[in-house]
């Protein structure tokens, strides 16, 4: 496999659990930060943009998804994808503990 596949796995799941949080919160009808509020990342979005960036992780994640095969066959490859999604969910968990106190 190509050495930008595997990079390709690992945004898959940093895209893929990323989607989570935008799109359960919009979904909920709760506003929730993303990278379009004033200022980016720390101010609230509405649920709909929220959704909207929920599906735009999916289809990015889903696109990396299939451009990086990752399968059950290629272990690494799949450690890889795993890999991007603790990264990303412990960032975020990190970043958005105050988030009350914006």
Do not use: C
């Not at 496999?1 to 979904?27: K, S």
């Not at 990396?64 to 975020?92: D, E, R």
Request: cysteine-free.
């Amino acid at each position: 496999m190509e050495w930008y596949l595997y990079i390709a796995d690992f945004f898959a799941g940093a895209f893929l659990a990323n989607t989570v949080p935008h799109f359960v919160h919009g979904i909920s009808g709760n506003k929730f930060p993303t990278p379009f509020a004033d200022p980016p990342g720390k101010g609230l979005s509405s649920s709909t943009v929220n959704v909207m960036w929920g599906l735009f992780n999916l289809l990015i994640g889903y696109i990396l998804l299939k451009v990086g095969h990752v399968n059950s066959n290629n272990s690494f490859s799949l450690m890889l994808f795993f890999a991007g999604v603790i990264v990303i969910s412990i960032q975020l968990s990190i970043h958005f503990r105050h988030k009350e106190d914006r």
